[in-house]
């Protein structure tokens, strides 16, 4: 399914949009861990989804002069990702699914400001949202890595 938009406002308000649901996603899971460190690993992940949030705001609030391009966005599945598991059933899961919904949420995440950036008519825009991109893939890596170390090497 593709998703277009007819303004940039429209792109940055998605996104936005995406910043907060994935902040919100980090402290439900958060609440659920019996593991200190991912705990704290959790909140960091969602106060740095809030700063990407209040950078979008920004961009949005004019401090950027932006071009838009009319190409369709795929729909990249973030939703679907996000929504898979009920906040109500975030106390079932176990660390590894945990980590596992975290890493997933981080792909999708990355693949949507990798398209976006692919799109951008303005340059500014486009340096922005790959700055995200790579932000985003730094998490899954802290992900992968934790994951690694503490479900891999356990089993």
């Not at 861990?33 to 704290?40: I, K, T």
């Not at 690993?41 to 401090?63: N, T, Y």
């Not at 598991?85 to 980590?99: C, G, H, K, V």
């Not at 890493?103 to 995200?132: H, I, T």
Request: net charge negative; proline share 1%.
């Amino acid at each position: 399914m593709k998703q277009t938009w007819n303004s940039i406002d429209e792109v940055l308000a998605f996104a936005i949009e995406k910043e907060q649901e994935a902040a919100d996603f980090y402290l439900a899971l958060s609440r659920q861990s019996n593991r200190e460190s991912l705990r704290e690993l959790l909140v960091s992940f969602a106060q740095e989804e809030l700063g990407h949030k209040a950078k979008l705001e920004a961009i949005r609030a004019g401090e950027l002069r932006l071009a838009f391009s009319s190409t369709a966005i795929s729909d990249l599945g973030l939703t679907e990702s996000l929504r898979s598991t009920p906040p109500e059933d975030f106390e079932q899961l176990d660390y590894a699914s945990a980590l596992i919904l975290a890493m997933n949420a981080e792909k999708a995440a990355f693949k949507m400001y990798s398209e976006l950036a692919r799109v951008a008519s303005d340059d500014g825009l486009r340096q922005s949202f790959l700055g995200l991109a790579q932000e985003e893939a730094k998490h899954k890596l802290r992900f992968e890595l934790e994951y690694d170390e503490f479900v891999l090497t356990e089993n």
